[in-house]
């Protein structure tokens, strides 16, 4: 085994230590939590870098816990979508730092709670980490469930009892689609006597009948679709991160949502390659599904006066794009949908971050109350702008290349209309863009107060510069990402088709 | 209305779910792929290379330490997450109309109950029974190698041992079992066991939570002990402060 | 075909299970009565899950003296085991949540609490 590899485990590990032992370093004083989580995940972040360096230069490896082959034990195998980590580390170290004032400025948070929250948001990341390395299907399920109980109480750990009562139907919604997840993982156990994915994926085409397959197929994407907030199953998300801390709907946001489609993508690898159901089929369900979700999930964000709400819906428009991509299955949409994956997790979290800087300097949610904010958070309020165009997809921005990608995507695979709905919605945004812009530094004020207002300090502040500032330079060195993924991307085509 | 229409689309939903499950390897049939691929060699060499004559808990500790850990994991976020939801602001009771209520009744009785109003027949059989209990778990903890038990079983019946307890003798008295300091170290003893076995693993055999099986039997059982104490231990700890924790309110 | 459900019975009901579950997450009004559809249909998967285990005329996975014969596979009882640790969590959380709801609103129908929001 080589050195490098055992950075795997410790890249999981790490989190989930480190919240196990939150509550232990935070006894006498809780104000250590928050320092004790930053290097905690400046560890992880350390791992995260060696992994994917390693993934660059070599291409993907595995490792094998108790050094048991597989598929009698379990595998933890990286390939070029477990460069997603890096994002997960990227915005979640940045979370913990904007965590520390907002924590504390938060009226309804009991102060006892707090290093319970930094706990929570360790395993959430750790169980995202765990997540997108591990090759093996039940070991997926599990590290799901740490993810997603984690965000669950992290909605509702303000307190406020529409925050619990958002949580609770997260919470709902959730663990039927992780059940979903489970009963498919099961009919394919039950299928090839396997639990490891590779293995799997060569055994099903030697099952007798085709039925319980796609059976699992269905349940996956079911399962997984409610996670991302796919259309018709996209109903737990508004409540749920417009009510969420800011730093917690960044991190929710930008990445929580994002498993579910990593676990698509795990899906693909799977039955793509063995090949045993059409998968043409869900495809086109899919496609349809995102067109959906872009254009319904925009037009609500324009209608939206509450920014965390209208950047709620925009995920799912965002969401949208990227399953289409996906679904479309062609070269460049699959690449455009990857990368998307990533580069929204920058924008988002961009938003969420300046969103909670304005929330947190002047106490206000809404466009009505917050105009004129510009000319007195002069930073904050340029980074909403920046964040702004990189979601129009406004080129040299981050949002440009992806989106341009599945256009051309949907051009390749001869469904145009698609690529239409595409900068439709792309057009509802920019509608919102111009509103917000106004607002914010062209409409008389409607709180003087506001003018009052210092710009946010310095611990939120760099977190949402830098991130505004990564979606410029992801937008300006976006053939880089592209590039590195498509090597994934082309395993991921169907074997026939594509 | 509404219910004719949700039976109408969860018929709906079965029938596909019918049909793939009929169309599975017939059930308890030898030759399904099920007995005769991972698990025929689980069976056949279990003993020997997992260090346990419980096969169950070889898959559990050995073979598959990976989702023990995760599951490790997932009770301590539960517990997490049920303190980050609960824990109030440690402050004297406010008004009875406080800005913030809907208006309607907050459940009133914050007194913490000294003498609960269980049955003389409960409290003497709960006392009664306790210590055997107790000798129960550590059987079962100690013996999940060789026999049907292991760590979460036992720590499931402790946990239940406690909730029994502080319902029969009152919270005052059985909070002594969790001692302020320590109990953040016992919530988080499952975790810290499996991670300190997994680094002894690594380095006797150079993989993480590795065991050493074939070659130093005495390592590999102390390893596992120690992993199922740390399991018991924590599992109890943390359904215990879950239940201290909705107690409380 | 029947021949088919016949020998399969066993996952037959795991999906019947399921399918109530879900109904009653969807259908009834109250939070505890959604709270245990949703253990009725975790108890149905885990169900799946063990019966795809058995094998005709098998031995409980526990080797030592005297054991003898087929085994039924050690795997799904592992999977399982971790399974009701997950549900016993998310049952955990979810208590949790009822009672800051109950705390806080007084009532825990769903339709009333809607009204509320």
Same mark, same amino acid.
């Given at each position: 085994?080589?050195?490098?590899?055992?950075?795997?485990?410790?890249?999981?590990?790490?989190? *989930?230590? $480190?919240?196990? /032992?939150?509550?232990?370093?935070?006894?006498?004083?809780?104000?250590?939590?928050?320092?004790?989580?930053?290097? @905690?995940?400046?560890?992880?972040?350390?791992?995260?870098? %060696? *992994?994917?360096?390693?993934?660059?230069?070599?291409?993907?490896?595995?490792?094998?816990? $108790?050094?048991?082959?597989?598929?009698?034990?379990?595998?933890?195998?990286?390939?070029?979508?477990?460069?997603?980590?890096? @994002?997960?580390?990227?915005?979640?170290?940045?979370?913990?730092?904007?965590?520390?004032?907002?924590?504390?400025?938060?009226?309804?948070?009991?102060?006892?709670?707090?290093?319970?929250?930094?706990?929570?948001?360790?395993?959430?990341?750790?169980?995202?980490?765990?997540?997108?390395?591990?090759?093996?299907?039940?070991?997926?399920?599990?590290?799901?469930?740490? /993810?997603?109980? +984690?965000?669950?109480?992290?909605?509702?750990?303000?307190?406020?009892?529409?925050?619990?009562?958002?949580?609770?139907?997260?919470?709902?919604?959730?663990?039927?689609? =992780?059940?979903?997840?489970?009963?498919? @993982?099961?009919?394919?156990?039950?299928?090839?006597?396997?639990?490891?994915?590779?293995?799997?994926?060569?055994?099903?085409?030697?099952?007798?009948?085709?039925?319980?397959?796609?059976?699992? *197929?269905?349940?996956?994407?079911?399962?997984?679709?409610?996670?991302?907030?796919?259309?018709?199953?996209?109903?737990?998300?508004?409540?749920?991160? +417009?009510?969420?801390?800011?730093?917690?709907?960044?991190?929710?946001?930008?990445?929580?949502?994002?498993?579910?489609?990593?676990?698509?993508?795990?899906?693909?690898?799977?039955?793509?390659?063995?090949?045993?159901?059409?998968?043409?089929?869900?495809?086109?369900?899919?496609?349809?599904? $995102?067109?959906?979700?872009?254009?319904?999930?925009?037009?609500?964000?324009?209608?939206?006066?509450?920014?965390?709400?209208?950047?709620?819906? =925009?995920?799912?428009?965002?969401?949208?794009?990227?399953? %289409?991509?996906?679904? /479309?299955?062609?070269?460049?949409?699959?690449?455009?949908?990857?990368?998307?994956?990533?580069?929204?997790?920058?924008?988002?979290?961009?938003?969420?971050?300046?969103?909670?800087?304005?929330?947190?300097?002047?106490?206000?949610?809404?466009?009505?109350?917050?105009?004129?904010?510009?000319?007195?958070?002069?930073?904050?309020?340029?980074?909403?702008?920046?964040?702004?165009?990189?979601?129009?997809?406004?080129?040299?921005?981050?949002?440009?290349?992806?989106?341009?990608?599945?256009? /051309?995507?949907?051009?390749?695979?001869?469904?145009?209309?698609?690529?239409?709905?595409?900068?439709?919605?792309?057009?509802?945004?920019?509608?919102?863009?111009?509103?917000? @812009?106004?607002?914010?530094?062209?409409?008389?004020?409607?709180?003087?107060?506001?003018?009052?207002?210092?710009?946010?300090?310095?611990?939120?502040?760099?977190?949402?510069?830098?991130?505004?500032?990564?979606? *410029?330079?992801?937008?300006?060195?976006?053939?880089?990402?592209?590039?590195?993924?498509?090597?994934?991307?082309?395993?991921?085509?169907?074997?026939?088709?594509? | 209305?509404?219910?004719?229409?949700?039976? &109408?689309?969860?018929?709906?939903? &079965?029938?596909?779910?019918?049909?793939?499950?009929?169309?599975?390897?017939?059930?308890?049939?030898?030759?399904?792929?099920?007995?005769?691929?991972?698990? &025929?060699?689980?069976?056949?060499?279990?003993?020997?290379?997992?260090?346990?004559?419980?096969?169950?808990?070889?898959?559990?500790?050995?073979?598959?330490?990976?989702?023990?850990?995760?599951?490790?994991?997932?009770?301590?976020?539960?517990?997490?997450?049920?303190?980050?939801?609960?824990?109030?602001?440690?402050?004297?009771?406010?008004?009875?109309? &406080?800005?913030?209520? #809907?208006?309607?009744?907050?459940?009133?009785?914050? #007194?913490?109950?000294?003498?609960?109003?269980?049955?003389?027949?409960?409290?003497?059989?709960?006392?009664?029974?306790?210590?055997?209990?107790?000798?129960?778990?550590?059987?079962?903890?100690?013996?999940?190698?060789?026999?049907?038990?292991?760590?979460?079983?036992?720590?499931?019946?402790?946990?239940?041992?406690?909730?029994?307890?502080?319902?029969?003798?009152?919270?005052?008295?059985?909070?002594?079992?969790?001692?302020?300091?320590?109990?953040?170290?016992?919530?988080?003893?499952?975790?810290? #066991?499996?991670?300190?076995?997994?680094?002894?693993?690594?380095?006797?055999?150079?993989?993480?939570?590795?065991?050493?099986?074939?070659?130093?039997?005495?390592?590999?059982?102390?390893?596992?002990?120690?992993?199922?104490?740390?399991?018991?231990?924590?599992? #109890?700890?943390?359904?215990?402060?879950?239940?201290?924790?909705?107690?409380?309110? | 075909?029947?021949?088919?459900?016949?020998?399969?019975?066993?996952?037959?009901?795991?999906?019947?299970?399921?399918? !109530?579950?879900?109904?009653?997450?969807?259908?009834?009004?109250?939070?505890?009565?959604?709270?245990?559809?949703?253990? !009725?249909?975790?108890?149905?998967?885990?169900?799946?899950?063990?019966?795809?285990?058995?094998?005709?005329?098998?031995?409980?996975?526990?080797?030592?003296?005297?054991?003898?014969?087929?085994?039924?596979?050690?795997?799904?009882?592992?999977?399982?085991?971790?399974?009701?640790?997950?549900?016993?969590?998310?049952?955990?959380?979810?208590?949790?949540? !009822? !009672?800051?709801?109950?705390?806080?609103?007084?009532?825990?129908?769903?339709?009333?609490?809607?009204?509320?929001?």
């Amino acid at each position: 085994m080589h050195d490098w590899a055992h950075w795997l485990p410790l890249a999981v590990l790490t989190p *989930l230590l $480190g919240a196990v /032992l939150t509550p232990v370093v935070s006894l006498r004083d809780r104000h250590v939590a928050p320092w004790w989580a930053l290097g @905690v995940m400046t560890v992880t972040s350390i791992a995260a870098t %060696m *992994l994917i360096v390693r993934v660059a230069l070599t291409g993907p490896f595995s490792y094998l816990p $108790g050094g048991w082959m597989p598929p009698y034990g379990i595998e933890l195998r990286f390939d070029e979508f477990g460069a997603s980590i890096s @994002v997960i580390c990227l915005i979640g170290w940045l979370a913990v730092l904007y965590s520390l004032r907002y924590t504390e400025w938060l009226r309804e948070v009991p102060k006892p709670r707090i290093p319970y929250y930094y706990a929570l948001l360790l395993l959430n990341l750790g169980g995202m980490m765990g997540f997108v390395i591990t090759g093996d299907l039940f070991n997926l399920f599990v590290f799901l469930e740490i /993810l997603s109980l +984690s965000s669950y109480a992290l909605v509702a750990v303000s307190g406020e009892h529409i925050a619990e009562m958002a949580a609770f139907k997260y919470l709902l919604m959730g663990a039927i689609s =992780s059940l979903f997840v489970l009963f498919a @993982v099961a009919i394919l156990f039950g299928l090839t006597g396997s639990l490891n994915m590779a293995d799997v994926a060569s055994r099903l085409g030697d099952a007798e009948s085709a039925a319980p397959a796609a059976l699992a *197929l269905g349940m996956l994407a079911v399962g997984f679709m409610v996670k991302a907030a796919l259309f018709p199953v996209h109903i737990w998300l508004p409540d749920a991160h +417009s009510i969420a801390p800011s730093p917690i709907s960044a991190v929710l946001s930008g990445l929580v949502v994002k498993i579910g489609i990593l676990g698509m993508v795990r899906v693909y690898q799977i039955y793509n390659t063995a090949g045993v159901v059409d998968m043409h089929w869900l495809n086109q369900v899919l496609v349809w599904l $995102g067109a959906i979700s872009i254009v319904m999930g925009a037009f609500f964000a324009v209608f939206q006066d509450d920014i965390k709400l209208m950047l709620a819906y =925009s995920t799912i428009s965002n969401i949208g794009y990227i399953v %289409m991509g996906f679904g /479309l299955s062609t070269n460049l949409s699959i690449i455009g949908g990857a990368v998307h994956v990533f580069n929204h997790a920058l924008i988002k979290a961009t938003l969420f971050f300046a969103a909670g800087c304005l929330i947190y300097r002047t106490g206000y949610r809404t466009l009505a109350d917050l105009r004129g904010v510009g000319r007195s958070m002069p930073f904050t309020t340029v980074a909403i702008a920046i964040g702004a165009v990189s979601i129009v997809g406004i080129p040299p921005t981050a949002g440009f290349l992806c989106k341009w990608y599945i256009a /051309l995507g949907a051009f390749e695979a001869d469904q145009p209309f698609f690529g239409f709905a595409l900068i439709f919605g792309a057009l509802f945004i920019f509608i919102y863009y111009i509103r917000m @812009v106004n607002a914010f530094y062209f409409q008389p004020v409607t709180h003087p107060e506001i003018l009052e207002a210092r710009e946010a300090p310095a611990s939120m502040l760099f977190p949402t510069l830098l991130l505004a500032a990564l979606c *410029l330079v992801m937008g300006v060195l976006g053939r880089i990402p592209l590039s590195f993924i498509e090597p994934a991307a082309q395993r991921l085509l169907p074997p026939l088709g594509g | 209305m509404k219910n004719a229409f949700v039976t &109408a689309l969860l018929v709906l939903m &079965a029938i596909p779910l019918l049909i793939g499950v009929t169309a599975l390897p017939p059930h308890g049939s030898a030759d399904a792929p099920m007995h005769t691929h991972v698990s &025929a060699r689980y069976v056949e060499r279990g003993e020997e290379e997992a260090g346990a004559a419980n096969l169950v808990t070889g898959v559990l500790l050995n073979y598959r330490s990976l989702d023990t850990v995760g599951e490790v994991t997932v009770i301590f976020t539960a517990l997490v997450a049920v303190l980050g939801v609960l824990i109030s602001f440690p402050a004297a009771p406010k008004p009875p109309d &406080a800005a913030g209520a #809907a208006g309607t009744a907050r459940a009133t009785d914050h #007194a913490a109950p000294t003498q609960p109003q269980v049955s003389p027949v409960v409290g003497f059989v709960v006392r009664l029974l306790a210590p055997f209990i107790a000798l129960f778990t550590i059987y079962v903890i100690v013996h999940g190698h060789v026999s049907p038990g292991g760590g979460f079983q036992g720590g499931a019946i402790l946990g239940g041992l406690f909730i029994a307890l502080t319902t029969v003798l009152g919270e005052n008295r059985t909070r002594c079992l969790l001692p302020r300091r320590g109990a953040p170290w016992m919530r988080g003893a499952a975790l810290l #066991a499996f991670v300190a076995a997994g680094v002894i693993g690594a380095v006797l055999t150079g993989y993480f939570l590795g065991y050493p099986a074939e070659t130093n039997h005495l390592a590999t059982e102390l390893m596992l002990l120690g992993i199922e104490i740390g399991i018991g231990l924590g599992g #109890a700890a943390i359904f215990a402060t879950i239940f201290l924790q909705m107690e409380e309110e | 075909m029947l021949e088919a459900v016949w020998t399969n019975v066993d996952y037959v009901a795991s999906v019947v299970l399921f399918c !109530i579950g879900l109904y009653i997450i969807i259908a009834k009004n109250n939070l505890i009565k959604k709270l245990l559809g949703l253990n !009725i249909m975790e108890t149905a998967v885990f169900s799946f899950i063990v019966a795809l285990g058995v094998l005709d005329g098998g031995e409980p996975p526990i080797m030592g003296e005297g054991a003898t014969g087929p085994y039924s596979s050690p795997i799904p009882q592992a999977l399982v085991l971790t399974g009701i640790v997950v549900a016993v969590s998310t049952t955990a959380l979810a208590l949790g949540l !009822i !009672i800051r709801i109950y705390r806080q609103c007084g009532t825990i129908e769903a339709d009333e609490l809607r009204e509320m929001e």
